[in-house]
């Protein structure tokens, strides 16, 4: 089954991506390649989004010109990590709606367990992005994918950084319509379900817990 899956291959994205893998990159200066990463990929996650035209006037006359279709996109974070990925995002669509799950990963079962939820209304009316950097199990993410489809949201895109194939083919085994962005695909999982090579805690990286 082919999977639907996009890889940024973006040199900027890439070069950024070097940078935030290097174990001596400092918590700051990987929360801000973070956000700018995140910036690159969203501009590769919303590509296709819907335009509509809408009448403007410019300076000069009056013309039909495009502008993006429906309700405010909406981008979900899945917490903690998936704030580091959020800033960025939302500079490049300040307007969107924002939405947060909290799931931690059961140590024993590495299964996601849900904390808090809460989300913009009329989902089944937008285009939402759920964000998170680092796809290892995939338990997670497909977690938060049914919450989100229970509440009603229909078009789903996952962005992360990066993606283990084990959490690929995990996600996409419950959800194959939703379509994954990352900047790339790792060599897979080692036993404490990190990816590797990786860049190791994206949460303890970015907000220098360890
Ligand atoms: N979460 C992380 O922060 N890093 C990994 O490698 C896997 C899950």
Do not use: W
């Amino acid at each position: 089954m082919t999977r639907d899956i996009h890889v940024v291959e973006h040199p900027l994205v890439q070069h950024k991506l070097t940078q935030l893998r290097q174990k001596t990159t400092s918590t700051a200066k990987f929360r801000s390649i973070l956000r700018e990463t995140a910036l690159l990929l969203c501009y590769e996650v919303t590509r296709d989004l819907p335009l509509t035209n809408i009448p403007i006037e410019t300076p000069l006359e009056p013309m039909e010109a495009p502008a993006l279709d429906g309700k405010k996109l909406c981008f979900v974070s899945i917490l903690r990590a998936g704030s580091g990925l959020l800033d960025g995002v939302l500079e490049l669509v300040p307007s969107a709606r924002v939405g947060h799950i909290g799931l931690y990963r059961d140590p024993e079962t590495l299964e996601a367990v849900e904390y808090y939820f809460k989300v913009p209304s009329r989902l089944h009316e937008r285009e939402v992005i759920v964000v998170d950097p680092m796809l290892a199990t995939g338990h997670s993410a497909a977690a938060a994918v049914h919450r989100l489809k229970r509440e009603g949201a229909s078009r789903i895109r996952f962005l992360c950084l990066l993606a283990a194939p084990e959490g690929i083919e995990a996600f996409h085994r419950e959800h194959p319509d939703v379509a994954v962005f990352t900047a790339a695909v790792d060599r897979g999982l080692n036993d404490k379900a990190y990816i590797v090579p990786g860049l190791g805690d994206a949460g303890d990286r970015m907000f220098g817990t360890k």
